[in-house]
């Protein structure tokens, strides 16, 4: 079994410690009146949901991230999204938007690093078909956008043929 830290998670734990350290160090016995009381139930749930409306924000717009940076390397060529299926190395096309997510457009078979590092599928890959040859480019959420795939990331992970079929308007064709 795979066990991965999403960077995601570790940024509101970070945001949600930094909030909540010094409010459990103020808070027993040491407020007596009922306006403190009421700001410190205040200050301890917007701790908590900020940091959580704050995630599902950036996961929301991570699908128009990926959508702009596919629009803009495919340009006026035929292209198409794809992400990682529940088998290592294979893809699906991309059917719904709401795949595009950050929360949902994730790696299922990583290893988080060290010397026993392994990657078998990217979080999506974007296929531009450019003079009847297929381009790939994987998403890179520290770039925050799709860099091109090596040709020796391509054998690693066997990525030969795409998944989907490049056409020229792929994100209209998408939630229909």
Known sequence: MTHQFNPAIGVFILLAALVDLPIFALAPGRIDSPRAVKLL?????????????GLFLWSALNIKIVEWRALALAGSHPYCVQV????PGRYKAVT???????LWMQT?????GGSSDYQVAFHAVLVV????????YNW???AQSFVPVSDRARKGLALFRADCEPIVAFFDELDR
């Open 41 to 53: 139930h205040m200050v301890v749930v917007s701790s908590v949901a900020g940091p959580i409306a």
């Open 84 to 87: 990682p299926e529940a088998y």
């Open 96 to 102: 719904q938007r709401a795949e595009l997510a950050g």
């Open 108 to 112: 299922p078979f990583t290893n988080g």
């Open 129 to 136: 078909r450019e003079g009847g040859r297929d381009q790939f």
């Open 140 to 142: 890179s959420y520290f």
